[in-house]
Nanobody, 123 residues
Framework: QVQLVESGGGLVQAGDSLRLSCAAS????????MGWFRQAPGKEREFVAA????????YYADFAKGRFTTSRDNAKNTVFLQMNSLKSEDTAVYYC????????????????WGQGTQVTVAS
């Protein structure tokens, strides 16, 4: 239903910041709740954050609260994940996903997802 492309990842030092972007194509982008997930090598994919279609509400995993902020610009069909005070534990491939049918914390409940962008945090 929607195609997603993540960008903005890279190699940073602990304490630095990054802003990830997720560019979407789709007629009804503004109606889609959006989620962010991440996956480290050898580990299961985990929920990071989610935002409603209007951008009025957002939700975060415990490790992300106070450090990460998700927002969206529906006019540009783009969702953002601002990551501050990065830690080595944040190293992972970060994915965006669109249109959950059930639990916005569950990867399998989303209808579309991107291919990910690598974030590496050096200690």
């Amino acid at each position: 239903q929607v195609q997603l492309v993540e960008s903005g990842g890279g190699l940073v030092q602990a304490g630095d910041s990054l802003r990830l972007s997720c560019a979407a194509s789709g007629r009804t982008f503004s109606s889609y709740p959006m989620g962010w997930f991440r996956q480290a090598p050898g580990k299961e994919r985990e929920f990071v954050a989610a935002i409603t279609g209007s951008g009025s509400m957002s939700y975060y995993a415990d490790f992300a609260k106070g450090r990460f902020t998700t927002s969206r610009d529906n006019a540009k069909n783009t969702v953002f994940l601002q990551m501050n005070s990065l830690k080595s534990e944040d190293t992972a491939v970060y994915y965006c996903a669109a249109d959950p049918e059930g639990d916005w914390r569950e990867w399998a409940d989303y209808g579309s997802w991107g291919q990910g962008t690598q974030v590496t945090v050096a200690s």
